[in-house]
């Protein structure tokens, strides 16, 4: 009998997935645009990652088959709606995969200063995407003992940093504490938009539906367990390092591990700056084997040409690994993590929009389908996620727009072309 997740299972599945390089290294930035604000900007983030989160547990337990958001897409909007989810979603990966690696980089810089040239960043970055490429291809698996280890690694540090770092705050780092003042509303939206990217990986709560042995009662209450454990999380983290570092904060390339220095001296920045690399080194592993195979399922499915999903000698899949590599390497060369952050969040609503928008029109199309669970309050929270989820990125600058959704319109002739291949 295959194994199933309970409840704390998924919980731990769920802040695996969200607790990654943003936590680590974006602090700074929201503290820069909004100050102490920073804290309402992530309460903000916490209920609209929540309404989605929602939105995705309901998605993913009418179907069986895997394939996520695309395939809520196609049953809800046709089959070309269905393609563009599904070809963002292998775009979004790999973006998503770049800006990990350049936050490897960017906190590697914090210890080992060469890390912070150019042409040595852009050679680190290089080895990761490449080097992860070919332990891919030769089909080397991430044994479970690391998994833990890397988990370990990420949230031991941040447990210690706030444990002790509470005991260190200044009262004064937080005057004047207001709501926002007019200069940090108009600041608001884009920094909103950069801290979503601490909250992503959220889906893969509710994509594990048909793997729990309770979805119908579990899937709710763990959605909310884990959005809730993360924010508080975050929300810590985030008054420790304004309460430590003040006005500092917003000029700080590795927010944490400063504040820690300043309260643990060395051993404690090391201690923080190590759990850093772990964590978003850990990442970068599971981006390396995760992100070819959304390229696979599209190719499998025949959205794309079936070579890409084709296994080499080592019973990989090759070319899917040798394209996602390629285009990983100079997305990363291209662009800052931060630069890297706010283009993933943007490509990532691709993803969060259509499911969101599929709730209540299945609801009308597809009453037939059994659903595992059902999003409170009718309409009102999908609504809800869409209106402010169009709200931020219309607030993003344009050319993260052009970049982030750039994927649409180049997936549009490969779309018709696929068709009349197929045929």
Not at 269 to 283: E, K, N, P, Q
Request: with cysteine; hydrophobic share 55%; aromatic share 10%.
């Amino acid at each position: 009998m295959k194994s199933k997740l309970g409840f704390w299972s998924i919980v731990l599945l769920g802040i695996n997935s969200i607790i990654g390089s943003g936590i680590f290294l974006l602090p700074n930035k929201a503290y820069s645009l909004v100050g102490t604000g920073s804290i309402f900007v992530i309460l903000f983030d916490m209920i609209l990652v929540l309404s989605i989160a929602l939105c995705f547990a309901e998605a993913s337990g009418m179907f069986k088959r895997n394939g996520g958001p695309y395939i809520y897409a196609k049953e809800a909007f046709g089959e070309f709606v269905g393609f563009e989810v599904g070809f963002m979603k292998w775009a979004i990966a790999i973006i998503a995969w770049a800006a990990m690696a350049a936050g490897f980089v960017q906190a590697l810089g914090d210890v080992w200063e060469p890390a912070k040239e150019t042409m040595t960043k852009d050679i680190i970055i290089a080895i990761i995407i490449c080097g992860l490429g070919v332990v891919n291809i030769l089909g080397v698996k991430i044994s479970k003992l690391l998994n833990n280890i890397i988990t370990l690694g990420k949230l031991i540090p941040l447990i210690i940093f706030i444990a002790v770092g509470i005991f260190f705050i200044k009262g004064s780092n937080f005057v004047p504490f207001n709501i926002l003042t007019t200069s940090e509303e108009v600041n608001f939206a884009p920094a909103a938009l950069l801290m979503f990217y601490a909250f992503t990986g959220f889906e893969s709560i509710a994509v594990a539906a048909e793997d729990m042995h309770n979805p119908e009662k579990d899937l709710p209450i763990a959605t909310i367990t884990v959005m809730l454990i993360v924010s508080i999380f975050y929300i810590l983290i985030l008054m420790v390092s304004i309460g430590v570092l003040g006005k500092d904060l917003s000029t700080s390339l590795t927010p944490i591990a400063q504040a820690a220095g300043n309260f643990m001296g060395e051993a404690g920045a090391l201690l923080i700056t190590a759990g850093t690399l772990v964590s978003i080194g850990g990442i970068n592993i599971a981006a390396s084997f995760v992100t070819p195979r959304c390229g696979v399922a599209l190719a499998e499915d025949g959205i794309l040409p079936r070579v890409i999903a084709k296994n080499g000698r080592y019973g990989t899949p090759t070319i899917a690994i040798i394209i996602t590599v390629i285009l990983a390497l100079l997305i990363a060369l291209s662009g800052s993590f931060v630069k890297l952050a706010a283009i993933s969040v943007i490509s990532r609503f691709v993803q969060y929009l259509p499911t969101c928008l599929a709730i209540p029109v299945l609801r009308k199309k597809r009453p037939d389908l059994v659903r595992t669970f059902r999003v409170p309050f009718g309409p009102v929270i999908p609504i809800f996620a869409i209106v402010v989820s169009c709200w931020l990125v219309y607030n993003s600058d344009i050319e993260k727009i052009l970049i982030g959704l750039g994927g649409l319109i180049l997936g549009i002739p490969i779309y018709f072309f696929m068709k009349k291949y197929s045929k």
